[in-house]
């Protein structure tokens, strides 16, 4: 079946970096993209960005250029999430969810179990 | 508009009808597919309803969505304690290049 398993939480201080990983499994990695959402405490879901998992290339969401990069290993079937520069407003749960074509606007049908970033000093 | 809105809450008995809104604009709801997910606390989203009325295998067939210009709808019938959980909207908006959620409805079953 199809899994998306995220890595653990993390606890970070200001100006540092951290970075998430979404293991994926259980279907064709590079047939699907995979989006990333943020949820900050409190707030609606917000759209990051995506990556064609086919091509490599991310597209990012407005407000999300900079210091969020995604990237991939398409080797492992994980994508990684990582943000530099923390600030305390980085502090959220982070998703990745399957989009479920390779564009970006398609239906995300599948959805990782969340990773929590703690930004503080 | 680039905002999904959606009731913070609606409640309902067992065995009960219920419905929660999803409202948008022409450029989200009004041209693209409408999904719904059901959240409970601590956990991952999971898809409920997509391109606006379809359920994936699995969801029962309680569970119904709808979309008329800029507004969607999720009803629930036949309501179960077990339905108790957030429920949001999302869709890709063309002005943004985006995917829009909503704030998510609470659905308490009395």
């Known amino acids: 079946q199809v899994q998306l398993v995220q890595s653990g939480s993390e606890v970070k201080k200001p100006g540092t970096s951290v970075k998430i990983s979404c293991r994926t499994s259980?279907?064709?990695?590079?047939?699907?993209?995979l989006s990333w959402v943020r949820q900050a405490p409190g707030q609606r879901l917000e759209y990051m960005g995506w990556?064609?998992?086919?091509?490599?290339?991310?597209i990012y969401g407005q407000g999300f250029g900079g210091r969020f990069v995604f990237s991939l290993d398409t080797s492992v079937r994980t994508a990684y999430l990582e943000i530099s520069d923390l600030e305390a407003g980085d502090t959220a749960v982070y998703y990745c969810a399957r989009v479920e074509s390779p564009y970006g606007d398609s239906n995300i049908d599948y959805w990782g179990q969340g990773t929590r970033v703690t930004v503080s000093s | 508009q680039s905002v999904l809105t959606q009731p913070p809450s609606v409640s309902g008995t067992p065995g009960q009808r219920v419905a929660m809104s999803c409202s948008g604009g022409n450029s989200n709801i009004g041209s693209n597919y409408v999904s719904w997910y059901q959240q409970f606390p601590g956990t991952a989203p999971k898809l409920l309803i997509y391109?606006?009325?379809q359920r994936p295998s699995g969801v029962p067939d309680r569970f119904s969505g709808s979309r008329s210009g800029s507004s969607a709808s999720l009803d629930i019938s036949g309501l179960r304690s077990e339905d108790e959980a957030h429920y949001f909207c999302a869709v890709w908006d063309d002005s943004l290049s985006g995917r829009l959620f909503g704030g998510g409805t609470k659905l308490t079953v009395l």
């Open positions: 259980g279907y064709s990695f590079g047939a699907y993209g």
């Open positions: 990556v064609n998992t086919y091509f490599g290339f991310p």
């Open positions: 391109k606006n009325d």
